[in-house]
């Protein structure tokens, strides 16, 4: 099947502390991970991905760790700051390249 | 380079009615795919096509259309629109699969 559960659907963490997003994939074929940030009113942007040949992948306060044989992906914040806040997705592709997006994480940073 | 493109921005149709929607690619990409989205489902995947095949298709019913034209450019269409076609509908294009998609900024399409 194809399926990309993602959790929690919200998330509210007080500035300065860390945010994890966890998604979970069907497809044992998938080998691609984005991860996209949506602030409000514009368009999804890839803020990082991770390819099944590695298990973890950082651009500074972000980092994104992928288990394969659990099948599961996260998308780890630190030092959050308020421009933090947004809709984040997880997306992984199936066996036919079709990319399947979970229904999305509304973080909210607090002062 | 210019980035993903997709015309109109706003729109508002009856119930019934028929809509087409266009977007335009990154220059070099030959990937481009269609999303709906709402506040309750996230991004749906409509269909994706390369090189003006169909290459993915999505769940949805088959009032639910799309083509791509040589230079890449897609248009999709919606017929016999209901209520529940209101959503923001986005393109994506990437140059290859396993490759970053680069998202237009939506058609907010409202049905009446």
């Known amino acids: 099947g194809e399926n990309v559960e993602q959790h929690p659907s919200t998330l509210s963490v007080q500035e300065g502390d860390s945010a994890v997003i966890k998604c979970t994939y069907s497809?044992?074929?998938?080998?691609?991970f984005p991860w996209y940030k949506q602030e409000l009113g514009k368009r999804p942007q890839l803020i990082i991905d991770?390819?099944?040949?590695?298990g973890e992948k950082k651009d500074q306060r972000i980092a994104v760790t992928l288990n394969k044989t659990a099948k599961h992906f996260s998308l780890h914040i630190t030092e959050t700051q308020p421009e933090d806040s947004a809709v984040y997705f997880c997306?992984?592709?199936?066996?036919?390249?079709?990319?399947?997006f979970g229904k999305g994480t509304r973080l909210h940073i607090l002062p | 380079k210019a980035g993903v493109t997709q015309t109109p921005r706003y729109l508002i149709k009856t119930r019934g009615q028929q809509v087409t929607l266009s977007c335009s690619p990154i220059?070099?990409?030959?990937?481009v795919s269609w999303y709906q989205q709402t506040p309750g489902q996230g991004l749906q995947f409509l269909f994706e096509y390369f090189s003006e095949t169909q290459r993915n298709k999505g769940n949805f019913p088959g009032r639910f259309s799309g083509r791509q034209f040589s230079n890449s450019r897609s248009e999709m269409n919606v017929s016999t629109l209901e209520l529940g076609d209101s959503a923001l509908y986005l393109c994506?294009?990437?140059?290859?699969?396993?490759?970053?998609?680069?998202f237009g900024p939506g058609t907010r399409l409202t049905v009446l």
């Open positions: 997306a992984g592709p199936n066996r036919d390249d079709k990319i399947i």
């Open positions: 497809d044992s074929a998938s080998n691609y």
């Open positions: 991770i390819r099944s040949n590695v």
């Open positions: 220059s070099g990409h030959r990937s």
């Open positions: 994506a294009s990437r140059v290859a699969v396993r490759n970053e998609q680069f």
